[in-house]
């Protein structure tokens, strides 16, 4: 077996993915190993633009995959510490709840502390507040 190294695939069915792959000779018919590959789809808000993130295979329990060279396309070797960063974190956040969707859920911990009724009353009650130190 070879030596371990991300990349983006692009596969014959139009498919992207970003993996950590390891290519393996196997006599002759050589294979890629991929081990827990993503894709990556870069999106676009009012914002500016992130990156989504999703399994390769989201109903498989598998974290490897083998393909043939006959099915890609292209192969390109990532070196950017920051994709390499982003697929790792994303690998790593088993911690959080994530919903159906692909979004976290709202805990405490980002911030989330009151609803907009209890919002509301305190930024009146600072407004009410200011308001009269100023009369």
């Known amino acids: 077996m070879g030596e371990e190294f991300h990349a ?28 827990n590959p ?12 992130y990156v989504k993130v999703r399994p390769w295979m989201e109903m498989a329990g598998d974290s490897m995959y083998v393909i043939k060279y006959d099915k890609i396309i ?5 070196k950017q510490n920051n994709m390499i960063e982003f697929y790792n974190k994303y690998l790593n956040e088993d911690e959080l709840d994530w ?9 405490d911990k980002m911030g989330y502390v009151s609803s907009v009724d209890d919002a509301r009353k305190m930024l009146e009650n600072i ?9």
Do not use: A, W
């Open 74 to 78: 292209t192969m390109t070797e990532v």
């Open 38 to 49: 993503v894709i990556m789809k870069i999106m676009r808000n009012h914002v500016g633009q």
């Open 127 to 135: 407004y009410k507040l200011k308001d009269n130190k100023e009369s």
């Open 8 to 35: 983006v695939i692009k596969l014959v069915t139009g498919e992207e993915i970003f993996s950590l792959v390891c290519v393996d000779e196997n006599d002759g018919d050589p294979i890629l190993l991929l081990m």
């Open 99 to 107: 919903e159906e969707d692909g979004r976290t859920k709202i805990s």
